[in-house]
């Protein structure tokens, strides 16, 4: 059953799929809503709390789905509407909620709005694009898609006008000026939350209103329509979310939680790469700078952090040189890149070092914000840099060693997209089943990581502080909830180091290592010693000293 915690999304592990790559349960060679549900007890068993689904809706899949044709409709491929229905209830009935993607900037070219806008000035939906007789218009706004877009504006021929885009040519941006626009969206989703569907992942907010003059992104009038949002949201469908697509500078995304009545959550962009640096140069500061440019967020609101997800590894919110060191570090071949970013999967960027999988699968677990785990990372399944745009790190997921890694009993050449077949990586190597088989595999341990920090509301709900102990190649932090204390200790470097920790605000408790529940020596008021090996970490638990000198806070079976 669904938890009744109207804060449910501060605690949560989230998974990210796109229905076409997680399981085929029709032999066509992509995924759909029957294979999911066949899947769910999967995801019940590694911990998942909520599902975000990549856009399901018909599409002429130019933009792999965010090319949307019709906001009402699931596309034939992916199965029906009663299909989808069935899916929520079978996910809910295990707990488990589902976040869709509302691709509320832009549709596709196809989709019937933008073939009547396009027929005629007289068109009743003309006024639901953003149309041009020029395209210098709104000139200070950049081009995002850069590797394949020359200009914001495409002229076309039928329309005689150029039309606006902060996408692909192919994606007209939606007129949010228009008042019919903003209803229709929020029709939308009232339509889709009235299905069961838990809330959403909102695509590319930044750019839903143009002005004038400016940069085109952030601006007031886009926070106000998505306050409104938000109320509609609270009116009508409590305990819903909402989860924005912002890929900008902390202090820009910090508008979007207003005061606690916007978005729920938010991706936490920036820090993403950091996380990459810092394990990289074995050096903390990248990402204990982030925090410092990163705002407080009202306490209802929360962070999404993640590794990887469906697009290329951004390095938008990079500077020209963090991200030279980046290329230079995990993209070396031309091919691994695409627009600013790279277009790889966690494993392959790590080299396959489990070390530093774990390494950085253990800071979005236990830094402030809720994890997502893109399908795949949990098994460490590779990519295929030889496919185009980011079809690479979106091959069907690896079950077992069977056909088509398990994923579907089609002919393989029907496949939507070849599976990953290389020795490292490939299916008859990397696969859930083999991962379930054996104690203590990736999968397994990504288990094990998701159940005990379900176990400490810390994780999601606590304050952080940062410790400086003098090895900077230690990363150390306090979270703080209630009367719980973590201290969370990650060894970034590839070598052994020891580090002291000044502890004597905690003299007298006692560390307990949360995955063995192993107590560590008493803290005092002296330098509290630890050693870390390669890419080590430690959860702690500071349990306090027992008023009468005691230790407690856990059995005491581990002695
Ligand atoms: C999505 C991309 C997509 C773009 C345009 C992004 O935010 O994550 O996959 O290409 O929006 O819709």
Redesign the pocket.
Known sequence: MLSTDPLWYKDAVFYEIHVKAFADGNGDGIGDFQGLIGKLDYLQWLGVDCIWLLPFYPSPLK??G?DVADFLQVAEQYGTMDEVRHFLDEAHRRGIRVIVDL?LN?TSDQHTWFQQARSSPQSPKRGFYVWSNNDRTYGKARIIFIDTEKSNWTWDPEAKAFYWHR?FSH?PDLNYDNPEVRQAMLETMAFWLDQGLDGFRC??VPYLFEREGTICENLPETHTYLKEVRRKIDVAYQGRILLA?ANQWPTDVRPYFGDGDEFHMAFHFPLMPRLYMGVQSGNRDPIIDMFTHTPEIPPNCQWCLFLRN??ELTLEMCSGEERDYMYYTYARDPKMRRNIGIARRLAPLLENDRRKIELLNSLVFTLPGSPIIYYGDEIGMGDNVQLKD?DGVRTPMQWTMDRNGGFSNCDPARLYLPVVADPIYGYQSVNVESQKAMPHTLLQWMKQMIKVRKQHPAFGRGTITFLRPANGRVLVYVRRHEDTTLLLVHNLAGSAQPVELDLKEFAGSTPVELLGEARFPRVTERPYVLTLAAYGYYWLNLVPEHPRGEFYGIEQTAL
């Open positions: 933009d792999d965010y691709v832009h996408f994606q695509d590319a697509e469906h697009d980011r």
